[in-house]
């Protein structure tokens, strides 16, 4: 177990290791520069600028003194705001974020896995048919379009929430439910696929005729096994809650990491591009992990490193 931790860290470090190199060529690969838009600029200010954030350096120089940064926790300054460092901006639009992120995963636990599991349980009854319309509504309709009708309807029409921010608590409900719609109906749909399957397996039928609870079987033997692949794409899912979605942060006027994505690609901004990338990244390697880690709380069948063997 100890070895197979130290093994999925050190690729964990190697994978983000190649993000950062992957991220910073590609960024410096397109034409152009984080000045270049600026045309009222004179060539004299201009290549004070470069040689100020050392641009105006071989492109090797800048690589290894940009690793030397991420080394230390630092991505550097904006290029475009000045005074301010990409750390800053992480920081600034990460509360908002996370904040919503973390209510949009908690309502696609409580509400996506309950209704998969209702939904299974009475298959091909009404139920499942309201489960199952719903779901197939919510996987096909796009999160902008919902954002969109909803700040409309609840918004707009009836003013019962804000139209922007999250200054008010009743701010974080069309956020939330628009972020979070998606990943309700996909999971709930997994859940449903997955535990049906799990109820015709033999050992459902051989609890069943050991005269077990009809609780205890769903419980202990079904829901436990079905939810296997329901946790693997929770890590995903986390990581894409947490970091947060640019279209909805922009729709609803959200001061997020995703409005500083937005902005920082239309400006060019390459630090702010490559810190927020390689902070993605790194959370949604940790989920990932986790999920790892989850597979053998679940399973204890699982066995990983020289306990497969």
Same mark, same amino acid.
């Given at each position: 177990?100890?070895?197979?931790?130290?093994?999925?860290?050190?690729?964990? =470090?190697?994978?983000?290791?190649?993000?950062?190199?992957?991220?910073? +060529?590609?960024?410096?690969?397109? !034409?152009?520069?984080?000045?270049?838009?600026?045309?009222?600029?004179?060539?004299? @200010?201009?290549? *004070?600028?470069?040689?100020?954030?050392?641009?105006?350096?071989?492109?090797?120089?800048?690589?290894?003194?940009?690793?030397?940064?991420?080394? $230390?926790?630092?991505?550097?300054?904006?290029?475009?705001? !000045?005074?301010?460092?990409?750390?800053?901006?992480? %920081?600034?639009?990460? #509360?908002?974020?996370?904040?919503?992120?973390?209510?949009?995963?908690?309502?696609?636990?409580? =509400?996506?896995? #309950?209704?998969?599991?209702?939904? *299974?349980?009475?298959?091909?009854?009404?139920?499942?048919?309201?489960?199952?319309?719903?779901? $197939?509504?919510?996987?096909?309709?796009?999160?902008?379009?919902?954002?969109?009708? *909803?700040?409309?309807?609840?918004?707009?029409?009836? &003013?019962?929430?804000?139209?922007?921010?999250?200054?008010?608590?009743?701010?974080?409900?069309? #956020?939330? +439910?628009?972020?979070?719609?998606?990943?309700?109906?996909?999971?709930?749909?997994?859940?449903?696929?997955?535990?049906?399957?799990?109820?015709?397996?033999? /050992?459902? $039928?051989?609890?069943?005729?050991? &005269?077990?609870?009809?609780?205890?079987?769903?419980?202990?033997?079904?829901?436990?096994?079905?939810?296997? #692949?329901?946790?693997?794409? =929770?890590?995903?899912? *986390?990581?894409?809650?947490?970091?947060?979605?640019?279209?909805?942060?922009?729709?609803?006027?959200?001061?997020?990491?995703?409005?500083? +994505?937005?902005?920082?690609?239309?400006?060019?901004? /390459?630090?702010? @591009?490559?810190?927020?990338? @390689?902070?993605?990244? %790194?959370?949604?390697?940790?989920? @990932?992990?986790?999920?790892?880690?989850?597979?053998?709380?679940?399973?204890?069948?699982?066995?990983?490193?020289?306990?497969?063997?």
């Amino acid at each position: 177990m100890t070895g197979y931790v130290l093994q999925r860290l050190g690729l964990m =470090l190697v994978t983000l290791f190649a993000i950062i190199t992957l991220t910073f +060529f590609l960024m410096h690969a397109v !034409p152009g520069g984080p000045f270049v838009s600026d045309k009222m600029m004179a060539p004299e @200010i201009q290549a *004070a600028l470069d040689a100020k954030f050392h641009l105006d350096q071989p492109i090797w120089v800048q690589y290894l003194s940009y690793l030397q940064g991420i080394a $230390t926790l630092d991505f550097g300054p904006s290029f475009k705001y !000045p005074g301010m460092s990409v750390n800053e901006m992480i %920081a600034q639009g990460l #509360p908002v974020t996370a904040q919503v992120g973390v209510l949009a995963f908690l309502c696609v636990i409580a =509400l996506g896995v #309950p209704f998969g599991v209702v939904a *299974a349980l009475n298959r091909n009854c009404w139920p499942d048919t309201l489960v199952m319309v719903v779901a $197939t509504i919510g996987v096909a309709v796009p999160s902008y379009v919902v954002a969109t009708m *909803a700040l409309y309807l609840f918004a707009l029409r009836l &003013g019962w929430v804000p139209t922007f921010g999250v200054d008010d608590w009743r701010g974080y409900f069309l #956020p939330v +439910f628009a972020l979070s719609g998606f990943w309700i109906s996909f999971v709930a749909r997994l859940a449903r696929s997955s535990l049906l399957e799990t109820l015709q397996q033999d /050992y459902m $039928t051989t609890a069943k005729a050991k &005269g077990l609870m009809p609780g205890q079987i769903l419980f202990k033997h079904g829901l436990r096994n079905s939810l296997i #692949p329901v946790v693997t794409v =929770l890590g995903p899912v *986390a990581a894409n809650l947490l970091t947060g979605s640019f279209v909805i942060e922009q729709i609803f006027a959200l001061p997020g990491i995703g409005r500083h +994505f937005v902005l920082s690609i239309t400006n060019r901004d /390459y630090t702010a @591009i490559m810190g927020i990338t @390689i902070f993605y990244a %790194a959370i949604l390697m940790v989920m @990932i992990f986790i999920v790892d880690m989850l597979y053998l709380v679940l399973d204890p069948r699982i066995k990983y490193g020289a306990q497969a063997r």
